[in-house]
Nanobody, 124 residues
Framework: QVQLVESGGGLVQPGGSLRLSCTLSGRTFWLYTMAWFRQPPGKEREFVAGIERSPGTAEYADSVKGRFTISRDDAKDTVYLQMNSLKPEDTAVYYC?????????????????WGQGTQVTVSS
């Protein structure tokens, strides 16, 4: 019943931009803290950005601060990740996660549900 569907990944040149989206069905979206994680090839899944339920306080990993922006639209049951100034080291599968925790958590075990992931490749 619970489904998180991600979209927006693709191939982009260094310095380019992508916007990821993740839409929830089967649950009441506004109750959840939402987050984006990523998993580069051969590495562990790592925190990228998170956003709390309204009014939507956001938190970012140092590696993406100033380049990425997380936002949510509760009316559309969707969380977004705007990624600007992309670097090759941003290449990874990006996952949307959700938790009933009131605050952004940066470890994967805190999240109850995950999307299927969307591939982001930054290469010239």
């Amino acid at each position: 019943q619970v489904q998180l569907v991600e979209s927006g990944g693709g191939l982009v040149q260094p310095g380019g931009s992508l916007r990821l989206s993740c839409t929830l069905s089967g649950r009441t979206f506004w109750l959840y803290t939402m987050a984006w994680f990523r998993q580069p090839p051969g590495k562990e899944r790592e925190f990228v950005a998170g956003i709390e339920r309204s009014p939507g306080t956001a938190e970012y990993a140092d590696s993406v601060k100033g380049r990425f922006t997380i936002s949510r639209d509760d009316a559309k049951d969707t969380v977004y990740l705007q990624m600007n100034s992309l670097k090759p080291e941003d290449t990874a599968v990006y996952y949307c996660g959700m938790t009933r925790d009131l605050y952004v958590q940066t470890t994967t075990n805190e999240y109850n549900y995950w999307g299927q992931g969307t591939q982001v490749t930054v290469s010239s």
